[in-house]
């Protein structure tokens, strides 16, 4: 084993077959900023290295990607909670943000544009209104040298003030609640 592990919190050993109260966690782990993995003792954190080490492994999505300026991205950090009491789209909770009901409708209309009922209309009409509130408090908080995490922050924030799903978040795994990019000029 190349690291001992680090002192923490309870939790339960992820050596398979243990489940024993764990307060170790892998240091590697930590230095990487993975979700924390914890071990009952050290016997058991090297009993599984073998198999834990994997985790280790960063695939790089930019590999061999050439970028045409200085700027690269960052480390992506946890997708954000919602807080219980908001309604969720079925792809909140998906392991694969896969909106199912989306998947079923688009199958089953085909192309056919299917015309809104009134209720619906005024849904509509409310989430549009929620949706450019968040993009002018966006807009108005907006600065040069501002990342796009801190952005993510900002519109996560003010659509769970409203009461709101952020759309974007989980939809087909995506980890933030808006989808922002950088110019390089």
Request: net charge neutral; charged share 25%.
């Amino acid at each position: 084993v190349s690291c001992c592990p680090i002192t923490y919190m309870s939790a339960i050993c992820e050596t398979p077959g243990c489940g024993k109260p764990a307060g170790l966690q892998c240091p590697t782990c930590n230095k990487l900023q993975l979700e924390p993995s914890s071990f009952c003792t050290q016997e058991c954190f090297k009993k599984y290295w073998a198999m834990h080490k994997q985790k280790h492994i960063i695939v790089d999505p930019f590999a061999g990607f050439t970028f045409t300026g200085p700027l690269r991205p960052a480390h992506v950090t946890p997708m954000r909670s919602v807080p219980a009491h908001i309604e969720r789209p079925d792809y909140a909770n998906s392991k694969l943000g896969v909106p199912s009901e989306e998947e079923r409708e688009r199958k089953a209309r085909g192309n056919a544009i299917t015309p809104l009922t009134p209720r619906e209309i005024e849904t509509l009409r409310e989430v549009a209104r929620i949706g450019r509130d968040v993009l002018d408090i966006a807009g108005a908080r907006a600065c040069v040298g501002m990342t796009t995490e801190e952005l993510d922050i900002i519109v996560h924030e003010a659509i769970i003030e409203r009461n709101a799903y952020p759309s974007p978040l989980n939809y087909y795994n995506f980890p933030k609640s808006c989808c922002t990019s950088i110019n390089e000029v």
